[in-house]
C-alpha cells in the first residue's frame, strides 16, 4: 500500500481531547472546573462564582467583553444567547487549560532519565566510522533556562501569544509612565496573563501606600507580568508541542 510507510495522522482536535483527560492531573482540573461551574450557575451571588474564570484564565477573561452581567436576570434571546456563549467558551477555556497540564505531565512522564545516550545510528560504510565518533559519549542535550524557556519562542501559538503580552504590557507602562491618568490600563496586561499575574498585582499593590516608593509599584507589576505571560507562553509551546508531535507507529 502507497501510504504504508507513512505515519497515521491523528487530528489534532482529538489528541487535545486525549491530552485532556489522559492523565490524572488533567482529569483532577476537570473534576474541579467541573464544580465549580455548577456553583456559578446554580448561586450565582455567591463567593465562588466568579471562581470558573479564574480557573480558566488567561483565555477565559475574553468573555468580558461579552454584553453579559453574570449577577443580572435572563431575560430575552439576547440574554439567553450571551450565556449560551459564555457557557461554552467557558467549556472551551477548561478544555485547553487541561491539555496544557496534561501536556505537562506527559513530558515529566515521558522525560528521558540523565544519562540515557539514544540508539546511534547505523553506518553502512567503514568509512563513516572515523566520521562518527562511536565511541566518545553523547552530547548533552540543552539544559537549563534556555532548554526551560524554549516552548515560549519555539512555536507560533506561544509567540503570538507573547506578542499579545508585550502590546498589553507596553500599553501600561505607556499610561503609568507618560500618560497624565493611567486609568485602569493595568486590566490588560493583568486578563493578559492570569492567573500568574494576580500575584503580580497582590504584591504591586501594597508598595502604592508608601508615597516615596510608590514609583516602583508599576515597575514591579510590569516584572511579574512579564514573567507570568513567559511562564504561560513556556505551558502554551508544550500544549503546541504535542499537538505537533506523531504517535508512535503500530507494530505491522
Known amino acids: 500500500m502507497p501510504t504504508a510507510s507513512h505515519p497515521r495522522r491523528v487530528p489534532r482536535l482529538r489528541r487535545l481531547l486525549a491530552l485532556a483527560s489522559g492523565n490524572w ?7 474541579v472546573f467541573a464544580v465549580s461551574f455548577t ?11 466568579g471562581s470558573p474564570l479564574l480557573l480558566t484564565a488567561p483565555l ?15 431575560d430575552g434571546a439576547a440574554d439567553v444567547t450571551a450565556v449560551a456563549v459564555f457557557a461554552i467558551w467557558l467549556l472551551l477555556c477548561a478544555l485547553v487549560n487541561a491539555a496544557v497540564l496534561g501536556a505537562l505531565a506527559t513530558r515529566a512522564a515521558t522525560a528521558a ?7 546511534l ?24 533556562v534556555r532548554a526551560l524557556l524554549a516552548p515560549a519562542v519555539d512555536n507560533w501559538l506561544a509567540r503570538g501569544y507573547l506578542a499579545v ?16 491618568d493611567p486609568g485602569f490600563a493595568g486590566i490588560w496586561p493583568l ?4 492567573p500568574f499575574s494576580i500575584l503580580a498585582m497582590a504584591v504591586s499593590s501594597p508598595v502604592e501606600y508608601y508615597s516615596s516608593i510608590a514609583w516602583l509599584s508599576p515597575l514591579i507589576f510590569s516584572i511579574g507580568v512579564a514573567l507570568s505571560g513567559l511562564v504561560n507562553a513556556v505551558l502554551l509551546g508544550l500544549l503546541a508541542r504535542r499537538l505537533r508531535s506523531r504517535e508512535p507507529r503500530p507494530a505491522v
Open 191 to 194: 486578563m493578559a496573563t492570569a
Open 165 to 180: 503580552v508585550a502590546v498589553a504590557l507596553g500599553f501600561f507602562l505607556c499610561a503609568a509612565f507618560v500618560l497624565p
Open 39 to 49: 456553583v456559578m450557575f446554580l448561586f450565582p451571588e455567591s463567593a465562588f462564582a
Open 113 to 119: 532519565p540523565a544519562g540515557v545516550r539514544e540508539p
Open 121 to 144: 545510528p547505523h553506518v553502512a560504510d567503514p568509512a563513516e566510522w572515523k566520521r562518527t565518533d562511536m565511541t566518545g559519549p553523547a552530547r548533552p542535550r540543552p539544559q537549563g
Open 25 to 31: 492531573l488533567a482529569r483532577g482540573y476537570l473534576a
Open 60 to 74: 477565559s477573561l475574553l468573555c468580558v467583553f461579552l454584553p453579559l452581567d453574570p449577577g443580572a436576570g435572563i
